[in-house]
């Protein structure tokens, strides 16, 4: 049975009624630009969390990784987030298309505080951009071109809580499934699973940067 919610929030009001106050420092930090700062963390973030809306309200949030800056500052208000091989599902680039709408977190490995910017999206095919996002030679095919409204730092409590980069505090990962048992059962698949998990294993070691 779909658990019910017993007793819900309705308005930003009750919510104040429990935890009220918002230090100074937080209530001026969110900017509507890329400043030195945000600047700087992008440059050294690895890995993004970009989340995008569909015009049913849908939430798709989808990981991002390349070495350290591959996210480029291309001026104070715009970003550029080059488009990887994947899963070829393209929920994100779906939702752009209907809302236009996103959201980014930035992660910096050993730091505990996040970058988040949120604006609108297009996807650009522009070359010469594409190109300034190549590795081992391979061009995106696409760009998400991030036009940013709100840019600020948020503190490292989640990350301080979570452990995330103490892994000796990590739990056992010995009861998880595989990657390829999860999904070979989710979809039902009528291929055997050595045949998915040789699959896995090639994209992982090859398809990093090519199709």
């Known amino acids: 049975m779909t658990y019910e919610v017993t007793d819900p929030v309705h308005s930003?009001?009750?919510?104040?009624?429990?935890?009220?106050g918002i230090h100074i420092a937080q209530r001026h930090k969110v900017i509507d630009h890329i400043d030195h700062h945000c600047r700087a963390w992008i440059a050294h973030s690895p890995f993004v969390v970009m989340s995008t809306v569909d015009s049913n309200g849908r939430v798709d949030a989808s990981p991002k990784g390349d070495p350290a800056g591959f996210v480029?500052?291309?001026?104070?208000k715009t970003l550029a987030i080059p488009d990887r091989p994947g899963n070829h599902l393209f929920f994100g680039f779906r939702?752009?298309?209907?809302?236009?709408?996103?959201?980014?977190?930035?992660?910096?490995?050993?730091?505990?505080e996040v970058v988040r910017v949120n604006g609108s999206a297009q996807i650009a095919r522009d070359l010469p951009l594409r190109e300034r996002m190549a590795?081992?030679?391979?061009?995106?095919?696409?760009?998400?071109?991030?036009?940013?409204?709100?840019a600020f730092y948020h503190c490292g409590k989640a990350i301080i809580r979570s452990g995330l980069w103490s892994p000796d505090l990590a739990s056992s990962v010995e009861a998880l499934p595989t990657y390829a048992a999860a999904i070979h059962d989710h979809g039902q698949l009528d291929v055997?699973?050595?045949?998915?998990?040789?699959?896995?294993?090639?994209?992982d070691e090859n398809r990093l940067y090519d199709e």
């Open 95 to 112: 939702n752009i298309l209907q809302t236009g709408r996103i959201g980014l977190v930035f992660l910096v490995p050993n730091r505990n």
């Open 72 to 76: 480029k500052v291309i001026d104070d």
């Open 192 to 203: 055997p699973l050595a045949d998915v998990e040789k699959r896995l294993k090639h994209n």
């Open 12 to 20: 930003e009001a009750e919510i104040r009624a429990v935890v009220d």
């Open 135 to 150: 590795i081992k030679g391979r061009v995106p095919d696409f760009a998400v071109v991030v036009h940013v409204e709100e």
